[in-house]
């Protein structure tokens, strides 16, 4: 891998490879360089960012997604970062009362042939770089701005700051929910506010008095939930929580809030919640926003993957393993097709209706962990746990669809 000065943005000479520009360095980005770079191709990434920053998030993958990250090399590096949770859990944010139990580790591997994990974000960046590290052809660009694109007749024309340009057989879109890309392609189209706002805060088990279960938890409540996970091998606990309110006017994930205002919304829930914020250093809050499916992901050679395709709600913690989905579907459609126009419309045709399922579910599900009214709540949340405790099989095979599907 060679990563290039912020300045230096023109192209080294030409080889027979054919050649991707991915706009965006996260995960999706990232992921997708690689498995390009496993069908040989040759890469170039813009990222606007002067570098990759440690943005404190957790992230969840799934066996739809670990089962991709062992292909390509990358599951092993975070092998030691990593968290492989007990369970899969529901419990009821005030009283702490379980509602679902359902057991993972074996048990994901034995019926979905894959890990269930748990990983900070900028953990998994940095294996996905480790992997482009020992790949040849693939030149990341940070400090980077992609302003616009264009069609010529082998491809794609990528403008950059300084109206430089780059030629490329491969536009990729992976810069996010507010993609540039994405606006020239399909208009002007902003995402909208759901009407949540999420909190987050990543802290030392050792500072809990009370640390929530070694699960991957969604605690319920009126308006509101929480999922707590643990990252870095289990040593810090990662909180989510995500409150219904009317607007919000900040864009961006990076606005700071205090625990007194994060109090205001999970005061009275149980120990393991207030614990959690009351000792974070840190919290912060974004508005979760949302797209409706589009009708198209491509233009000729450009196509948009991830969230400038998909943008959907973290309820079913499927946002990061989506991505990792996408990259290898889009590889393996520019293998059997060398054609990219037609190749990029097989990609849509191929994930459309899975990331279509996936986005309605989530929302499915955030209104599920946030139904309002004790007998609303019980009318909802007893089957549930019925179902638990007298047809777990059940239970595995609502998550069969997600988890043991997918392109591996």
Sequence with gaps: M????SSEVKETAETTKRHAVIVGGGIAGL????????????VSIYEQSPAFEEIGAGVQIS?????ILERIGVLERIAD??????ALEMRHGRSNRRLLYLPM???????????????????LIRAL?????STEDVAIHNGVRVSHYGHDASGATVMLDKDEQVDADLLVAADGVHSTIRQQMTGDDKARFTGNVAWRALV???????????????????????????????????????VEQDDWHVEGWREKGSSSEALQDFGNWNDSITDIIQVSGDLYRWALLDRPPLPKWSDKAAVLI?????AMLPSMAQGAVQCIEDAWVLADCHQRNPDAISANQDFYRQRIERTRRIQKQSADNLRLFHKRGFLSQVACYAPIWLAGKLLPGAVYRRNDWVYGQGPL
Aim: charged residues 20%.
């Design 129 to 133: 770089l480790d992997v482009l590290e």
């Design 63 to 67: 066996p739809n997604g670990s089962r």
């Design 306 to 310: 991830g969230d400038a395709a998909h």
């Design 31 to 42: 992921a997708t360089a690689i498995c390009l770079s496993l069908k040989n191709w040759r």
């Design 105 to 123: 580790g074996d048990q994901a591997i034995k019926r979905w042939q894959g890990q269930y994990l748990q990983v900070y974000r900028p953990d």
């Design 204 to 242: 030392p088990v050792e500072q809990l008095r009370n640390p929530p279960p070694l699960s991957a938890c969604v605690w319920t409540g009126e308006g509101k939930h929480a999922v707590t996970t643990r990252v870095r091998g289990g040593e810090w606990v990662n909180f989510v929580g995500i």
């Design 81 to 86: 970062s990593c968290f492989e949770p007990i």
């Design 2 to 5: 060679y990563i290039a000065d």
